[in-house]
């Protein structure tokens, strides 16, 4: 087949496919967003065969020094959704979508602590207060500094573990139980949250460094405690989150006696959160804080289930559960 023939026959497929890509199911409480996907049949120059009434795609930004739009000449059909929010005004972040937004349930206990009793969990829990030692030494009450590792750091074990379940779910021929998903959806929230906190402080260069070095060295240690014992793995994370609870403590007393200044929260997390226009970076800590006893209660929770000699697949994963 010449080259002319084989785009006729992709600009036919897609004219078939692009309805289709409009088309995928929502929650309910997305009612009020709107998306108005460009017809694939607009967004090709070389797919229909005829390039007259074909267009480039548009993007609304590209990130260009300048500031100045740059189109997008695509033949593939991939439809960008432009969203709006419930007043119309358009949707602006490009990392998460309005369906991944939630109301945080702040009303769970922070205060919850799994006592270890047995070797491993005072390995796991003596690990993390080894850990804690130099993070306060050097962060002290810099706590948005301390947010922002915690952070970067918070963000490995999600994908650490929902990527080896991955690759052992069809290794093993069987299903996860939905725990993939429920720890990427961890390691996403994790990043938002760094999202969140770099809205409002930029990192220097030697916090960037830190970063660096610290992720390389923990996302291998993990891995590697991952793949020799999940359980161990998970207890290390719960008592991970377990710290940062008590770090996003202390960072809304400081708020609250008046020695951090409490700005406007960022519009991010405004619409990650589903928070009021007026919050502040107050209510931001807050709700960060109930994702963190969250990740707090599923990765114990993990560790108990394989604990108590069940495997994953056999469990359903609190997908959601924020
Ligand atoms: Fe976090
Ligand atoms: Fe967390």
């Known amino acids: ?18 309805p289709q890509a409009s088309r995928f199911s929502r929650p309910a409480y997305m009612g ?32 260009s020094e300048n500031g100045e739009q740059k189109a997008i000449v695509s033949y593939w059909g991939v439809p960008p959704a432009n969203l709006t929010k419930e007043d119309g005004s358009p949707w602006k972040w490009h990392c998460f979508r309005p369906w991944e937004t939630y109301k945080a349930d702040i009303s769970i206990d922070v205060e919850k602590h799994h006592k270890p009793v047995k070797f491993m969990d005072k390995f796991a829990y003596w690990t993390v ?26 963000a490995v074990p999600g994908m650490v573990g929902g990527m080896l379940l991955h ?8 299903q996860s139980g939905g725990w993939i998903k429920a720890l990427l959806e961890e390691a996403e929230n994790e990043r938002m949250h760094l999202m969140t906190f770099i809205e409002l402080a930029k990192p220097q260069w030697y916090e960037r460094a830190i970063v660096f ?10 891995f590697l405690t991952y793949l020799a014992s999940p359980k161990v793995a998970h207890r290390i994370t719960g008592y991970l989150e377990e710290e940062a609870v008590r770090s996003y403590t202390e960072f809304l007393k400081d708020l609250d006696n008046g020695s951090f200044e409490n700005v406007p929260a960022p519009a991010i997390a ?30 114990h929770y993990a560790s108990d289930i394989q604990c108590q000699g069940h495997q994953f697949k056999d469990v359903p994963a609190p997908l959601g559960y924020h």
Request: charged letters at 25%; aromatic letters at 8%.
């Open 32 to 63: 009020w967003m709107t998306v108005h996907p460009m017809p694939a049949r607009e967004q090709s120059t070389l797919a229909s065969g005829d390039a007259k009434e074909e267009k480039p795609i548009q993007v609304p930004k590209t990130g």
């Open 213 to 222: 070095a610290v992720q390389g060295v923990f996302f291998n240690a993990y």
């Open 129 to 154: 207060q080894a850990l804690k030692i130099p993070t306060h030494m050097f962060f002290q009450r810099k706590h948005m500094c301390h947010a922002m590792l915690l952070e970067t750091v918070a």
């Open 270 to 299: 405004i619409d990650y959160w589903r928070l009021p226009a007026e919050s502040t970076l107050r209510d931001v800590v807050e709700v960060i804080r109930a994702d963190e006893a969250h990740h707090r209660d599923v990765n």
């Open 167 to 174: 690759c052992q779910s069809p290794r093993r021929f069987e």
């Open 1 to 18: 087949m010449n080259h002319s023939a084989m785009a006729k026959v992709s600009g036919l497929l897609l004219r078939k496919v692009s």
